[in-house]
């Protein structure tokens, strides 16, 4: 999601690299194109005029820089701000209130409301062993209260039943009312969409707060939004006392900018992310690793690295460790796990099914199937040992070698690189032995498999984080 | 990116004029007001930025970015016109403050006008088959009710095809909408094929000689493609029963999508090839301004703006309109 930013931002410190000092003019510089950068990702213009505003200040006032060369300095600076805005650790749902605990969605139209309030719902029965009901409080876009029941039924909540004819406020009410009776752990109060410059629809939502005392109030957000997450996010904000907010929709390719818009224009943590239609596509939200997202993997981190060992040498290996456990599956274990995923055949529909796989990007599953498969080991072979295991070696005539030797093009290797780099990602969320665990129940899986599907239900889909 | 002031650009102040408000609206109060509102808000700083100085200064160009980048139009595009704007400023074809909105005006006008193309209902074609497509929550299944309405109210008749068979109760939200304007709706169970059902839709308002039939589609986003290749299925099975159909393929966007919605429509016209844009939920703080930059790189049609979610909240697009809006003048 934020690889458009990443790049970017990697371009420009790059150029930075090698200078003399920090000069004022080469500040200003870099300035005008992390803005430039940022805007592009979608950060809100307020949002990106205060971030730049506090690096400048850094920038110029601080005085070990000096002995720094500007590239790294420039890094330094701006991956702390970022996790200065996005805040450190992941911050959970907080359920320690007396049962039944309400949550209220809120949002606007087409965000994602419905949707999460069953993935959520999911997550807690599943993870957290609680007992949920879910009730709608949209009385307007039509068919809206069955689209939550039918979602419901599939993840196992409580569902509260309400009609369009009722008042939303008396819609929350009567449920916590029931919640309450029935043993309930926790209430999921879905609401309609809502533009925040609709007065009355925002006195609605207010009203419905008011007669729940929500525990939490998630705002949830679409990951494409532009511009605009400022004023909404300050609006509902502002209406409901938010506690935590929702990205939705990060599957894509959207930059991402509106969660550092949100984030720190509301001043609430980012608590989950949507990454998916499905029930099981919601994951907590780790700010730590946006940060170091959006500064780039390989080159800038590394960069990021050099910086915290002159200044802290303990943090930077610890720093170094860290990444090293992260970059831990390399060009040879991608090879390898592709020529196993070929020799059991069309996997297709089976991997939606296994554990943290529905949530790969298609393109990577896409892959297994893929007659590519075959090119893209052809193209690692053409690589040297020391190429597979640090596949960011791997620039314009490496390129060009690889992509002659395995009888490709560029762009199939460029292709390959990025594919790796999202399992990469991929692997470091499922954590160690994760992949070896999973390769282990596919083959499991193949012997008992009918012909024409999965079984349905057992397929747990948790992320084991 | 834009080609501002060149020598036979419109004149000045030529959009002026133009008002947000179709002419056929009325009883309308709130949500004009709210338009209305909006757009006064920033009209009224650049306004007053304008009121008390004939010379032109750095903060009302800074103005004018902060308007251009808070639109969504892009940095880029933003960049390169407050850029050339000072170009224009220190040759001296601009030489006086008031010159300065309506001369960006044009600009962006004339950048978006050619898209500002009405969506005829070619009788030709029996039935006028629309495909609606976008990413997930844009506004599609919204927009076909809102345009079965108005295709109902011209007279024609009108049928819808629930090709959303994966969102929980899609099919259920589009039947609600075709009970609404007392249209059928074709569809089959949730988890259908959906080019399965759009065929057999197709098959039907044949028979029933039917004058428009709106095909909806599931939200997907334009990276996931497995499901882009389903919608180029869909668009093949109509093939086989009417060459010619779908007539029209149109895109919704949601206003309120940033930068993103540029590789959604660039991908989706790859993958099927789009004739026409809705944008939805112009009815809020969002403007939109990345058309600019579709309208620029890929110069797609643009039909409609849903302005609100009852059926009566749509409007033919207008380009001045959508202009003002984004550069109000007061
Ligand atoms: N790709 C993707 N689609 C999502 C995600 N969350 C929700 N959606 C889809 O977005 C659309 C709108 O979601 P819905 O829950 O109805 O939004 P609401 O109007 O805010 O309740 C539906 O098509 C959902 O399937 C997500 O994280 N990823
Ligand atoms: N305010 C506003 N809301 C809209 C507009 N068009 C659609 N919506 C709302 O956006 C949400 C998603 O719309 P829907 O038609 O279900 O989107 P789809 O997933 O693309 O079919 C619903 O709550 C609609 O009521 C509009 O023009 N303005
Ligand atoms: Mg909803
Ligand atoms: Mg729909």
Known sequence: ?465 | MLRIFRKNKKKPGEVQDVQLRPAEQSGQDLLEKRLEDTRRQLGKRLGALLSNRSAIDDELLEEIETALITSDIGVQAALEITGNLQAAISNKVITQAKQVLPAVQAELYELIEPCEQFLHIDEAHRPFVILMVGVNGAGKTTTIGKLAQRYKEEGLSVMLAAGDTFRAAAVEQLKSWGDRNDVPVIAQGSGADSAAVVFDALQSAKARKIDVLIADTAGRLHTQANLMEELKKVHRVMGKLDATAPHEIMLVVDAGTGQNALNQAREFNKAIGLTGITVTKLDGTAKGGVLFGIAHELGIPIRFIGVGEAAKDLRPFDAGSFVNAILPID
Do not use: W
């Open chain 1, 1 to 465: 999601m934020f690889e458009n930013l990443t790049e970017r931002l990697s371009r420009t410190v790059q150029q930075l690299r090698g200078k003399g000092r920090l000069t004022e003019d080469g500040v200003r510089d870099t300035l005008r194109e992390i803005r430039i950068a940022l805007l592009e990702a979608d950060v809100a213009l307020p949002v990106v005029q205060s971030f730049i505003q506090g690096v400048r200040e850094k920038a110029l006032g601080q005085e070990f820089l000096k002995s720094l060369t500007p590239g790294q300095a420039m890094v330094k600076l701006v991956h702390d701000e970022l996790v200065q805005i996005m805040g450190v650790q992941n911050e959970a749902l907080d359920l320690r209130a007396q049962a039944p605990v309400p949550i209220l969605l809120a949002g606007l139209q087409g965000s994602g409301k419905t949707t999460t309030t069953a993935k959520l719902a999911r997550l807690l029965i599943e993870q957290e062993k609680k007992r949920v009901m879910v009730v709608s409080c949209d009385v307007y876009r039509p068919a809206a209260i069955e689209q939550l029941k039918t979602l419901a039924d599939q993840v196992g909540a409580i569902f509260q039943p309400s009609t369009a004819g009722q008042k939303p406020a008396d819609i929350a009410k009567n449920a916590l009312r029931a919640a309450r009776q029935q043993m309930c752990d926790v209430l999921l109060v879905d609401t309609a969409g809502r533009l925040h410059v609709d007065e009355e629809m925002m006195a609605e939502i207010r009203q419905i707060h008011a007669v729940i005392s929500p525990h939490e109030t998630l705002f949830v957000v679409d990951a494409m939004t532009g511009q605009d997450a400022a004023n909404t996010a300050a609006a509902f904000n502002q209406a409901l006392d938010l506690t935590g907010i929702v990205l939705t929709k990060t599957d894509g390719d959207a930059r991402g900018g509106a969660a550092l818009s949100v984030r720190q224009i509301t001043g609430k943590p980012v608590k989950f992310l949507g990454s998916g239609e499905k029930t099981d596509a919601l994951q907590p939200f780790h700010p730590e690793r946006v940060a170091s997202r959006i500064l780039g993997m390989g080159d800038v981190l590394s960069l990021v690295e050099e910086v915290h060992r002159k200044v802290d040498q303990k943090k930077a290996e610890k720093l170094v460790r860290k990444m090293r456990r992260g970059s831990g599956f390399d060009l040879d274990d991608f090879r390898s796990q592709m020529e196993q995923m070929q020799n059991m055949g069309g996997l297709g529909g089976l991997m939606d099914k296994l554990p943290g796989m529905s949530n790969l990007p298609d393109n990577v599953k896409a892959q297994v199937e893929n007659h590519q498969t075959r090119q893209m080991i052809a193209i690692i072979n053409s690589m040297t040992p020391q190429e597979r295991r640090f596949p960011d070696v791997i620039r314009g005539s490496r390129k060009k070698r690889i992509a002659r030797g395995s009888g490709t093009q560029i762009q199939a290797v460029n292709r390959l690189l990025k594919q790796h780099g999202q399992m990469q990602k991929m692997m470091k969320k499922m954590g160690k032995g994760g992949m070896a665990r999973m390769m282990k129940k596919m083959g499991k899986l193949q012997g008992q498999l009918p012909p024409g599907g999965f079984p349905g239900g057992g397929a747990g889909g948790k992320m084991p984080f």
